[in-house]
Each structure stands twice: as C-alpha cells, then as structure tokens.
C-alpha cells in the first residue's frame, strides 16, 4: 500500500480515486505513542456518520502499514464501539503484538475524541502450502449485466441518501433477488445475494485490494435478517448499526473485478441478527468469508 501522506477527500471527486485516497493513511508527521499513529479522513456522508466498512477498512491498511510485505492479511476480527463523525478526521493506533516466524498479530483501534471507535486485532501469514477446499459457487446466478445497478434502482429519486448510494459511493452493488432498499418483494428468506466492484480500475496493489474488500463485505451483509421479517431499509423507525465484524481471505482477488457476494442469517434474537457471507469471484474461487452481527430495533 502506497505510503505517501492523504491531505483529504475533495467533497466531488471519482468514488473509486476517493477510496483509493480514504485507504492513504498519513503518518501522524511522526508522532507516537506506545502505538504507531495514522490519520485517515472519511467519505463524505449524507448523514455525517462515518460508515462501517471505511472504518473497518482503515484500520486494517493501519495494521497492514506495519506488517512486512511478505505477510498478507487472513483473518480480522473487530468491534464497532462508537459511531464515527464523518466531517473529521479519525486516528488510527497500532500495535505490534507478535510477529513470529509465520504469523504476525496486530491489534488497531479507531479514535474520534480521544476514545475508541473501532477495536479490531488482525493476523497475517507468511503464504503457504497446504490443504485445499472449498464450499462451491452457487449455480444459475445471473450475470452481474443481467441485474440492475443501485443507480438504476435509485438514481431517480430525489434524495440524499438515494443519490448517495446510487452516484457516490465506490462500488457498484447489484442485488441477485429484488433489492430492499424501498420494499420487500417475494420470499421472505433470510438470503441475500449481490454481485460487485468498484467503479473503476484500482492499481495492482494486493493490500489494497485486501482492504477495499473490507470496506465493501459491510455493505449489504445485514440483508438477509432484515429481507426474512420484511423490512426495507426505509422501515419507518427502524434502526439498524453493525456490533461486530469478522472477516477471513483465503484467496487472492481484485475487487475492480465482479465479485458475488453471497449471505445468509441463522438467528435473529434479543433485537441482534447474526449473517454469514461468502464471496466468490467469476471463475468460482471462493475468496473470502464474512461474519457479522448487528443490532435491528424496530418500533413495537
């Protein structure tokens, strides 16, 4: 990942060179502590909070920041503790917890006020040789030219966050079954299914395609519990936010490339819903798992 210093995200700039310069990170002008100090700026919000997956995704080019080129991410696992304000800065603070002859351990936190947003620890490896399966792709999943865009199912509203999720963010999310972000149609099935990629070409930096997949694995994997009670994400009162998220590559993958991206949830309980994703890319290598659980309240 490249190490120059990110001055800030122009409000109107290309989604796809805004993350490539969100996932930047500074260096603080050297300061220290007993972490290693980044800084990193937001995406501009419609509601000013800073979305999961950036933060997720920050955190993890903090740690990677610190690691030796050789060792790729595997696993992260992290806990979302405050929302974030997207109008400032975030600082990023790592620490070495062990770097052995295979694995390192990193833990980072994400501050805003002096106090944690984020809390995550991530693992790399050295890459090895070894067993090998694999669940396999889904069949008779339509191609990503077949469904509609975001854009296509939003771009004519009149509405922040519609023309935000439609023109301004990074990637473009295809829903497989009909999308919930205005109803529900059909079976209420505790599954959901998009394909996606960013909006244009990313360098061929495998960090950074590593960390732009964390950004987008927490866009839509809360779908499946909502689309099982039949809730739209204009569900008047409903309030939703990720608790925690956990998240393993198994294999390399370009995120500028379509990825299918497909989820279920086993449990919705004590106003918590648990989902599971896989993500696949199109020559059906299954490059990544996903976890993660989120608070849904709705009114009684």
Known sequence: MTKTANTGIPQKQDPTKALIELLNLSEADGAQTDEEIF?????????????????????????????????????????????????????????????????????????QDGVPILSMIASFQVPDDGINHQDPMPEGVPDPEEVPSTADLLGGLDHPVAQHWAYERPFDVRHIESSIYLKVDGERTAHNAVWMKTLGPLPDDPDLHRAALAYASDYTLLEPVLRRHGLSWITEGMSVASLDHAMWWHRPARVDEWLLYVQDSPNASGSRGLAFGRIFNQAGHLVASVAQEGMVRIPK
């Open 39 to 111: 800084v990193g700026v937001s995406l501009p919000q419609p509601r000013s909070r800073v979305f999961g997956g950036q933060v997720l995704a920050q955190a993890l080019a903090a740690a990677i920041r610190t690691v030796e080129d050789n060792r790729p991410v595997h696993s992260m696992h992290g806990y979302f503790l405050r929302p974030g304000d997207a109008d400032r800065p975030i600082t990023f603070g790592v620490q070495r917890l062990r770097d052995g002859r295979s694995f390192s351990a990193r833990r980072a936190h994400a501050y």
